[in-house]
């Protein structure tokens, strides 16, 4: 592999599910098509009833909080860390988004 990107991304995504059940092959393969965003703490991802964004994320530092507002409260829903794998209900349903997702460090 020539693309030291690809490469870093492979190391990672080897290590976690469902990535660690695939072939080292399809894992190349994912890993060549990897977009990767970096984000400043309190920079939202996505907002609740966004449109899905054809894509989902994989956290690799930091943390992600994934809460839901409802009247005049915010209800954290769920953190994700390194490996974890968030928005992808969206994108096989092919509807909004019901969360909010914040990078929070």
Request: with cysteine; hydrophobic share 35%; proline share 3%.
């Amino acid at each position: 592999m020539k693309n030291s990107i690809a490469e870093r991304v492979y190391d990672f995504l080897k290590n976690y599910p469902p990535f660690n059940l695939l072939t080292s092959k399809k894992i190349l393969k994912i890993a060549s098509q990897v977009s990767i965003i970096y984000l400043e703490k309190g920079k939202a991802i996505y907002h609740q009833n966004d449109t899905n964004h054809k894509q989902f994320y994989i956290v690799r530092n930091g943390g992600i909080s994934l809460y839901k507002n409802s009247k005049d409260q915010k209800s954290l829903i769920d953190i994700c860390d390194g490996g974890d794998i968030f928005g992808l209900r969206p994108l096989i349903s092919k509807e909004n988004y019901l969360l909010n997702a914040l990078y929070w460090f």
